[in-house]
């Protein structure tokens, strides 16, 4: 559509001739900019430098995983991508074009989202892209510069509206009135301040929210886990709380379990589990009995669902 109607409008408009610079693409010399431009001038302002770096580091890094999150979403084979391998690259990647004098640089969601609806199937349509727009940057700059940005701007509009389309708000109502809360303060103070401003809120609230529902606050960050195994039956039993902030150690102890036996995750004795674990949980579920085992969730016949969605965070009913 950009090269059919926004092109030929802004040029038979006159646009790049007429208008202000801003209104169309500008690479420039794009060849000519590129030289070793490294410079450690920032350490005389320590607490500025310090504060830029793990600022572009974070939102950078919070920025890729949140993407991967989405395509992944979005993937029709429900594959999982290699969050490690994402950041080593975009790391590697931010490191060399630092030192030639670019921008820092994140898993695109935009491109991302393109290639998964338009049929892409394996990491190739990303070598593709990358490769097709890297020919166009050099011997198409021209060409390049004759589109507007106003007509980058919708592409961008148009994906994030698929990508938060009001049918996901409506979606996370159902899951729970909360997650529907931390939803709506992520994006406001994402819009409002920043990435990293919005996803500490939301953290923040769904920590809250977690230890007025239950969860004890000692259990938030590590959750007691027992493993035993008996012949081919392994037993993983949680206490007090399984919640997103305390994932990690449950997931390690789960993927620790070689593929082909019966494993049995015992949430018994959980106060509180919360939604996303029981989402990352029946992921892991449907990736180990493909794998040829068996994988079931047990113990939470106690514990009242608080909405009617069948992945909705659970509090243990008091006795």
């Known amino acids: 559509m950009v090269l059919i109607v926004a092109m030929p409008l802004a040029t038979y408009y006159g646009f790049k001739q007429a208008g202000p610079s801003y209104l169309m693409v500008k690479l420039g010399n794009f060849l000519g900019s590129i030289h070793l431009n490294a410079s450690m001038d920032g350490f005389q302002h320590t607490g500025i430098f310090i504060k830029y770096v793990i600022m572009f580091a974070l939102v950078g890094s919070l920025e890729s995983l949140l993407t991967v999150k989405a395509i992944d979403m979005l993937d029709p084979y429900k594959r999982k991508s290699d969050t490690n391998k994402d950041l080593i690259a975009v790391g590697v990647g931010n490191t060399l074009a630092a030192l030639l004098g670019g921008l820092p640089m994140i898993s695109e969601v935009a491109r991302s989202s393109a290639n998964v609806s338009s049929g892409a199937k394996t990491r190739w349509a990303n070598f593709f892209h ?104 392994y037993l993983v039993s949680i ?81």
């Open 239 to 319: 206490e007090k709380a399984a919640v997103f902030s305390n994932f990690i150690g449950i997931k390690n102890k789960l993927q620790e379990i070689p593929p082909g036996f019966n494993v049995t995750v015992d949430l018994h004795k959980t106060r509180f589990v919360d939604h996303s674990v029981l989402e990352n949980l029946h992921h892991i579920q449907h990736d180990y009995e493909h794998s040829g085992g068996r994988f079931q969730i047990i113990g939470l016949s106690d514990h009242k669902p608080i909405s009617a969605h069948t992945l909705a965070a659970r509090r243990k009913n008091k006795s």
């Open 130 to 233: 990358a490769t097709f727009i890297l020919t166009f940057v050099l011997l198409a700059t021209p060409l390049i510069e004759m589109i507007p940005n106003a007509a980058l701007a919708a592409m961008l509009i148009t994906v994030g509206i698929k990508l938060a389309h009001p049918k996901e708000f409506v979606q996370t109502f159902k899951i729970g009135k909360e997650q529907l809360a931390i939803f709506l303060v992520t994006i406001f103070f994402t819009l409002f301040e920043d990435l990293l401003v919005g996803i500490a809120a939301g953290i923040a609230l769904k920590l809250i929210l977690h230890v007025m529902r239950g969860a004890p606050f000692s259990a938030l960050f590590k959750a007691p886990i027992e493993v035993s195994f008996e012949g081919d039956e």
